[in-house]
T-cell receptor, first 115, second 110 residues
Framework: GAVVSQHPSRVICKSGTSVKIECRSL??????MFWYRQFPKQSLMLMATSNEGSKATYEQGVEKDKFLINHASLTLSTLTVTSAHPEDSSFYIC???????????FGEGSWLTVV | AQRVTQPEKLLSVFKGAPVELKCNYS??????LFWYVQYSRQRLQLLLRHISRESIKGFTADLNKGETSFHLKKPFAQEEDSAMYYCALSGYNQGGKLIFGQGTELSVKP
């Protein structure tokens, strides 16, 4: 089956620094990738839709200058949390949609802790 | 507004008992509805989607447009069904963008 991989799975960074999370589709091309944020035992909140070769579309209330999304290729999207604060600590999940078909595949998620 | 509501945060049943996880939605149009499951320490995975009308691991869900519901059911719960279950909605021509409910933790006791 199709696999979506996120890296790193866990990261700790200091307040004020930036951290990058990668989302890769390992065996298929993904024209669209999605970034979600999930708090413990709560729902996934869609942050942005990432389209290959174009600017990401951010959901209302998500700061585009803080959460930089780049989708440089059909197999890679990155989320960079800039000037991280402790309140940015969360579980970030990406999903990818195949270039052909409508099936969505989820990554395993990345835990970010800002200290 | 697009919204998915799962009224129960936690549902606890005994093995062999019937299970129904509730999901209601709000959407102006014809949405596609999904159930996703997240087992402990694992990634989110698709359980079923309403257009498939299939049964996965004994679970079924019927879209009721009149009641705007998509409840997930299983006649006999198993311990391995214990997990977080998320109902999700996607509008047609929205390119796979999913709106999730709050999730229901199902705990099946022996």
């Amino acid at each position: 089956g199709a696999v979506v991989s996120q890296h790193p799975s866990r990261v700790i960074c200091k307040s004020g620094t930036s951290v990058k999370i990668e989302c890769r589709s390992l065996d298929f091309q993904a024209t669209t990738m999605f970034w979600y944020r999930q708090f413990p035992k709560q729902s996934l909140m869609l942050m942005a839709t990432s389209n290959e070769g174009s600017k990401a579309t951010y959901e209302q209330g998500v700061e585009k200058d803080k959460f930089l999304i780049n989708h440089a290729s059909l197999t890679l999207s990155t989320l960079t949390v800039t000037s991280a604060h402790p309140e940015d600590s969360s579980f970030y999940i990406c999903s990818a949609k195949r270039a052909s078909g409508n099936t969505i595949y989820f990554g395993e998620g990345s835990w970010l802790t800002v200290v | 507004a697009q919204r998915v509501t799962q009224p129960e945060k936690l549902l606890s049943v005994f093995k062999g008992a019937p299970v129904e996880l509730k999901c209601n939605y709000s959407y102006s149009g014809s949405p596609e509805l999904f159930w996703y499951v997240q087992y402990s320490r694992q990634r989110l995975q698709l359980l079923l989607r309403h257009i498939s009308r299939e049964s996965i691991k004994g679970f079924t869900a019927d879209l009721n447009k009149g009641e705007t519901s998509f409840h997930l059911k299983k006649p006999f719960a198993q311990e391995e069904d214990s997990a977080m279950y998320y109902c999700a909605l996607s509008g047609y021509n929205q390119g796979g963008k999913l709106i999730f409910g709050q999730g229901t933790e199902l705990s099946v006791k022996p």
